[in-house]
């Protein structure tokens, strides 16, 4: 049997924390992990943050990230242990025979160099090709990865194309050195599922046609599912389950593994309207100042009480900019918001303090949406005090009450929010809005920045809570595997327009129109050879037409 | 309290020291303030501990009663350049608009003129009181106050938080003094000490020009001031207000160092 280009044996990798208050202590985040890949195949690394995904695979690369030490263990490449070499020998390696593919390219491309420029750095740098030959190599993987004037998209700067573009240049910047081993660390997270299909099949295409191996780290089954040999599912540093593609997604074995294969099985049972909606938007038309520009155009949609419309839509949709004029930050240049009866006035300043009780918001991100100066019994007590001036004992029952409806039971009042988890953070925002007895609660892209399991308690709690308090919720997402499982009606946004509206049986059944279709057939399925199946149905439409 | 670095202990020791003695001036000097004790500039001795200045007073106590005047002032100063600069430097960042465009240009305009040359022109108007030195040097350094709270406050009120806040209706006192203050005390500790010398360095430099504290009071820069044309007698007297000057200075920075660090970590918080 030949040597495999990667062998790694009880890799073990610490690192240093410093608690507030305490001295600095080491730690381990990878307890001993043991895997190989032979040459050509795709080995997928998942699960969720805090997992050392992205730490072993940098480690593969004989590199520890912002003081992450690689402590023991063995990493083999090409027949020698790189982390018993030198430095020397590492950057012979680096950039060469192992080449890295980061999550936000937009970052890490130095906006100040063109983009040819750097792709064919390393290649260079390493000797590996002349400079004439490096770039026509480069140009060759352009036109690989399907970019548009591969001749010339070299010579633009990195903020002149758009994210995927990037991403796709990073792939072939990767590529460039004709490495034996790509880390690739996420390279789809970052982008709206409608370009994420096609990066993907972009770099499955590259990996096939150039034989590369390659590490693909994500926190998503079905994305890893269709671009791997075998899958190496990972849970707090250490290893969980290691199989074949085709196991690990029909026949998991352990729990851990099965709950991330069922992950957002939630059922949920449409609910019919009622007469009197508790939200309408009419007639919407909103721009940013100073802009000529309409952000949104005449966006007509109504929200039941203790029902859920979900917002979906791309990036720069409009999404957001709706939830920013229902709330009253951005007054819209046309059109009505009314709101349990009555008309809403445009501007925040103006609405009454009992309008601004009963519209409460959930943020994206739970870290900047809780001031980290105060505790979470600060949080949640705020609204209790300033809308319902309870005070003292009966203001503590209460917030009290609020945490354990968020599942989260005593000894948290006095925690700060950098000493909970982001599952738990996001819980007390909730609670923060559920503390003002509202009737509807905007919810934009809560879940996004949460990892799948963990999100889907979320989901779960929101859907508990709707049934109990009769609440509505406003849920503005791109994720459309979360629209399916918590939605009432379904609004899908285009460029600032509503392009299709209506309950989620109909906006989900055929027949649909394009940009829906695009939508819909973009979410990754947790099944082999799904992504074959849409490119291949795509390629068959566009010459049918 | 525990885990102070050396360098804040050393620094916390000083200071200390200064405020205590500038405190209990009375009862720790020798001698009276005004008190003619000896001869013209007597060389150190057990009975002048730092020798005599210019006219025969003690040169030991001159110097502890000058700092309690240069500490007072000083701080009395920062304290009030802090108050005013903050909270307006809060209140334009986060109101916004005209509000901030106004306040932000009137202290754009304050800053353009050297503030020593404002300073001398006030103090030739007015009664050179400590009152007076007080509320000029206070006025002066809130306009760098503001500049330096506006910017940290325009990055935190840009903050989901402080949305949240807003859109729950809360008034402005809550969202500067609960949501944006704890969020920019560090660097405004940091900026505290500075300013603290900042400020001694000034009221020693209009005293030493005639226009700070007047006689008999003494204060470090007049002390300098009085005792300037010893230096062509190779007389010591005017090098130690300056060493007073620059420990008080190195102490206090080493102090506010620690603090920052300390709130920096705190709980994660931003910095």
Known sequence: MTEPLLKVRGLKIGATIYPPGEKPRDIEIVHGVDFELEAGKVLGLIGESGAGKSTIGLAAM???????????????????????????????????????????AAASFNPAKKILEQVIEAAIFQNKFSKKDAEARAIALFAKLGLPDPESIGNRYPHQVSGGQLQRCMTALALCPEPDLVVFDEPTTALDVTTQIDVLA????????????????THDLAVVAQVSDHIMVLQQGAMVEYGA???????????????????????????????????????????????????LKKINVELHPGQTLAIVGESGSGKSTLARVITGLLPPSDGQIVFDGRK??????????????????????????????QTVGTIIGRPLEFYFGLKGKAKQRRIQELLDEIELGEGFQDRYPAELSGGQKQR?????????????????????????????????????????????????????????????????????????????????????????????????????????????HRRMESAGN | MKNIPVAALIGLFFTAAYFLMALFAPLIAPYGMSEIVGDVWEPSSSQFLLGTDSIGRDLLTRLIY???????????????????????????????????????????????????????????????????????????????????????????TVMDYVEAARLRGEKIGWIIFRETLPNALSPL????????????????????LGLGVQPPLADWGGIVKENKEGINYGIQAALYPAYAIATLCISINLVADWVLNRTTSLKGGRG
């Open chain 1, 62 to 104: 004989a590199y520890g990230r912002g003081g992450v030490e690689l402590t023991g263990g063995e990493v083999w490449v090409n027949g020698r242990d790189i982390l018993k070499s030198g430095l020397r020998d590492v950057r012979k390696l680096r950039g060469a025979e192992v080449t890295y593919v980061s999550q936000s």
């Open chain 1, 202 to 217: 972009a770099i499955k295409e590259a990996i096939r046609d150039t034989g590369v191996a390659a590490l693909y780290i």
């Open chain 1, 245 to 295: 593609v085709d196991q690990i997604i029909n026949n998991p074995q352990e729990a851990y593994t099965q709950a991330l294969v069922s992950v957002r099985s939630i059922k949920h049972i449409e609910k019919d309207p009622t007469d009197t909606p508790v939200l309408r938007v009419e007639n919407i038309t909103a721009r940013y100042r100073g802009t000529d520009f309409d952000v």
């Open chain 1, 344 to 373: 809403l006035t445009p501007d925040l300043a103006t609405r009454p303090l009992n309008d601004l009780r009963e519209l409460q918001m959930i943020y994206q991100m739970a870290d900047t949406a809780m001031n980290p100066r």
């Open chain 1, 428 to 536: 007390v925002c909730i609670a923060r809005a559920l503390a003002a007895n509202p009737k509807l609660i905007i919810c934009d892209e809560v879940t996004s920045a949460l990892d799948p399991l963990v999100a889907d308690g979320i989901l779960k709690l929101l859907l508990s809570l709707q049934k109990r308090e009769d609440v509505a919720y406003l849920f503005i997402t791109h994720d459309l595997a979360t629209v399916k499982a918590i939605a009432d009606s379904i609004a899908v946004m285009f460029q600032g327009e509503v392009v299709r509206y209506g309950p989620k049986s109909e906006v989900l059944a055929p027949p649909f129109d394009a940009y829906t279709d695009l939508l819909l057939s973009s979410v990754p399925e947790m099944k082999l050879g799904w992504l074959e199946e849409v490119i291949e």
């Open chain 2, 66 to 156: 000058g700092g309690r005047t240069t500490i007072f002032i000083a701080t009395a100063a920062t304290i009030l350049s802090f108050t005013l600069g903050s909270v307006l430097g809060f209140f334009a960042a986060v109101s916004g608009g005209w509000v901030d465009q106004t306040i932000s240009r009137f202290v754009d305009l304050i800053m353009s003129i050297p503030s020593l040359i404002f300073a001398l022109v006030v103090l030739s108007v007015m009664p050179t009181t400590t009152t007076i030195l007080i509320i000029l040097m206070g006025l002066l350094d809130s306009t760098r106050v503001y500049r330096l709270a506006r910017a940290v406050a325009v990055d935190i």
């Open chain 2, 189 to 208: 500790v940091a900026e505290m000490g500075l300013r603290f010398i900042f400020a001694v360095l000034f009221i020693s430099t209009l005293s030493f």
